[in-house]
T-cell receptor, first 117, second 114 residues
Framework: DGGITQSPKYLFRKEGQNVTLSCEQNLNHDAMYWYRQDPGQGLRLIYYSQIVNDFQKGDIAEGYSVSREKKESFPLTVTSAQKNPTAFYLC????????????????FGPGTRLTVL | AQTVTQSQPEMSVQEAETVTLSCTYDTSESDYYLFWYKQPPSRQMILVIRQEAYKQQNATENRFSVNFQKAAKSFSLKISDSQLGDAAMYFCAYWNSGYSTLTFGKGTMLLVSP
């Protein structure tokens, strides 16, 4: 079964702690993305990567970090510098991030709900 | 920067009726893609329909169709014969070729009543 997995589904963190959200895809997609979803805000882009070993900041990158060491994996670390990390986080991938085509369709994982206690 | 506006935070429709969700966007590009995504209570994002800007013909997928007005920068979604399973949050999205990213609207919650 091809798809995108995110783990864990629910995550609790104490204030001041860093936490890493996992995102794995077996679709052989080049591009991967991280979004944050808050009520009434839609999806906002945190970081994205068009190719292995390369990534760019999105609209709300402050307090987050990523790595892209493998094509299939794009973990997101929420650092203690993120002032309001409680949110729903979605990971997505697409065949190609760089070419304008129907391949721009993004496929989404099931999401991780992060709650700061 | 491109912006996507969904002016209806919530819409209601009865089963078997038709409903139209509105979306407008701002861009200076001539070639781009537009998408409608559905997010049911499970929160799994599902692609509903896509439109290529250079195609004048409106996209259709079964009960879902769009009204794409390029000059007006409008991209509305029409759902015909609404079903209970259509109840979800619907997001309009614009493909930003300059940055190779999607810009999403804030969403419209669709409620479907029997």
């Amino acid at each position: 079964d091809g798809g995108i997995t995110q783990s864990p589904k629910y995550l609790f963190r104490k204030e001041g702690q860093n936490v890493t959200l996992s995102c794995e895809q077996n679709l052989n997609h080049d591009a991967m993305y991280w979004y944050r979803q808050d009520p009434g805000q839609g999806l906002r882009l945190i970081y994205y990567s068009q190719i292995v070993n390369d990534f760019q900041k999105g609209d709300i990158a402050e307090g987050y970090s990523v790595s892209r060491e493998k094509k299939e994996s794009f973990p997101l670390t929420v650092t203690s510098a993120q002032k309001n990390p409680t949110a729903f986080y979605l990971c997505a991938s697409s065949i190609s991030g760089a070419i304008l085509s129907s391949y721009n369709e993004q496929f989404f994982g099931p999401g991780t709900r992060l709650t700061v206690l | 920067a491109q912006t996507v506006t969904q002016s209806q935070p919530e819409m209601s429709v009865q089963e078997a009726e038709t409903v139209t969700l509105s979306c407008t966007y701002d861009t200076s590009e001539s070639d781009y893609y537009l998408f409608w995504y559905k997010q049911p209570p499970s929160r799994q994002m599902i692609l509903v329909i896509r439109q290529e800007a250079y195609k004048q013909q409106n996209a259709t997928e079964n009960r879902f169709s769009v009204n794409f007005q390029k000059a007006a920068k409008s991209f509305s979604l029409k759902i015909s014969d609404s079903q209970l399973g259509d109840a979800a949050m619907y997001f309009c999205a614009y493909w930003n070729s300059g940055y190779s990213t999607l810009t999403f609207g804030k969403g419209t919650m669709l409620l479907v009543s029997p």
